[in-house]
């Protein structure tokens, strides 16, 4: 394959990579989710959602005004960001929080309305013409006296415990209803690595509670006896009497210098959908610039190359030899 035919081969897959990487941006403005609903709500509740502004194409900051329309309810609906605030570039999703209290004189029923969002370029020429890009978000709330109790349990874990420290169990709790609910108990039964020997056991109430509608951390200490080592760990957690959780995990009991080494480091992957568009665009035309100096490069040197070994053998011209005289 000659120069030109890798040359067009490379730019092709250049090309293709470069768009496959971003995808045809379209360009657009949206909201996730497109309501602010709960039906379960009762008078004294307080209720967030986050909800996600959305743009194809985060190229420049835009400068977002809200408005709440919801008849007697509108003093009930907080935008935690303000009313006015910026979406900064290269943001593909910008959360919104929206938080509702409900007032404890408040009569039940059905309440509906909307927010509504518009932006326009933060650097925009006031004096000029503008593209102003919208959305709606719908608000939809019930607001009964009939008492909901739901939670649900995210996750779980034993974060890594120094030998000597107590074992902390951290529960992630959600609590969906509109009352303030949790796990009343856990239980913990220990082995050794291999699940063989057991341990020890422990059972604690839990006394911390997650208010109405919120997700929180509740952790719970336990007794720590154990040497430095990995364990096993038999888990039940209780909704009153009722077992919630039944399940096992493993944990590690470590050395105090290594919990403190530990705890200077993290990690993140870079978030990708945060950079600008342009920032892809001008990569892409650097390396293909790059890409074809280089190829240039190697031509003319082939070229030159070839023309030194044309000259060096013209028809005609003598061979002058160099004898060694030997004395």
Same mark, same amino acid.
């Given at each position: 394959?000659?120069?030109?035919?890798?040359?067009?081969?490379?730019?092709?897959?250049?090309? *293709?990579?470069?768009?496959? #990487?971003?995808?045809?941006?379209?360009? +657009?403005?949206?909201?996730?989710?497109?309501?602010?609903?709960?039906?379960?709500?009762?008078?004294?509740?307080?209720?967030?959602?986050?909800?996600?502004?959305?743009?194809?194409?985060?190229?420049?900051?835009?400068?977002?005004?809200?408005?709440?329309? *919801?008849?007697t309810i509108s003093n009930w609906i907080k935008i935690e960001n303000g009313n006015t605030f910026d979406i900064p570039k290269g943001t593909q999703q910008f959360p919104m929080k929206v938080d509702v209290n409900v007032p404890s004189s408040a009569p039940l029923g059905n309440y509906k309305g909307t927010i509504t969002v518009n932006t326009s370029p933060a650097n925009g020429n006031p004096g000029g013409v503008q593209v102003t890009l919208g959305a709606e978000v719908a608000i939809n709330l019930d607001i009964t006296d009939i008492k909901v109790s739901d939670f649900s349990i995210q996750n779980f874990q034993i974060p890594?415990?120094?030998?000597?420290?107590?074992?902390?169990?951290?529960?992630?709790?959600?609590?969906?209803?509109?009352?303030?609910?949790?796990?009343? %108990?856990?239980?913990?039964t220990f082995f050794d #690595?291999?699940?063989?020997?057991?341990?020890?056991?422990?059972?604690?109430?839990?006394?911390? $509670?997650?208010?109405?509608?919120?997700?929180?951390?509740?952790?719970?200490?336990?007794?720590?006896?154990?040497?430095?080592?990995?364990?096993?760990?038999d888990v039940k957690i209780y909704s009153d009497d009722k077992v919630a959780v039944d399940s096992r995990l493993v944990f590690n009991v470590v050395s105090p210098s290594a919990v403190a080494k530990n705890k200077g480091f993290a990690f993140s992957m870079p978030n990708f959908s945060a950079i600008p568009f342009w920032v892809?665009?001008?990569? +892409? *035309?650097?390396?293909?610039?790059?890409?074809?100096?280089?190829?240039?490069?190697?031509?003319?040197? $082939?070229?030159?190359?070839?023309?030194?070994?044309?000259?060096?053998?013209?028809?005609?011209?003598?061979?002058?030899?160099?004898? $060694?005289?030997? %004395?």
């Open positions: 394959m000659n120069y030109k035919k890798k040359a067009l081969v490379f730019l092709f897959l250049s090309f *293709a990579l470069f768009f496959l #990487q971003n995808g045809v941006a379209k360009a +657009g403005f949206g909201v996730s989710p497109p309501s602010v609903s709960n039906k379960n709500l009762v008078p004294g509740s307080f209720y967030e959602q986050d909800v996600y502004l959305v743009q194809s194409k985060p190229d420049q900051t835009l400068h977002a005004t809200v408005k709440i329309d *919801a008849g890594d415990t120094a030998k000597g420290s107590p074992i902390k169990f951290v529960i992630k709790v959600k609590n969906s209803g509109n009352t303030e609910n949790g796990p009343t %108990k856990v239980g913990l #690595q291999y699940h063989n020997k057991q341990l020890g056991q422990q059972e604690l109430s839990v006394a911390e $509670k997650v208010q109405s509608f919120q997700t929180k951390d509740i952790s719970v200490e336990f007794p720590n006896n154990l040497d430095v080592g990995s364990y096993w760990a892809y665009v001008l990569v +892409g *035309a650097v390396i293909i610039i790059v890409v074809l100096v280089i190829i240039i490069i190697l031509i003319l040197r $082939k070229k030159k190359n070839q023309g030194k070994s044309s000259d060096s053998s013209e028809p005609g011209e003598p061979e002058v030899k160099k004898l $060694k005289i030997h %004395k």
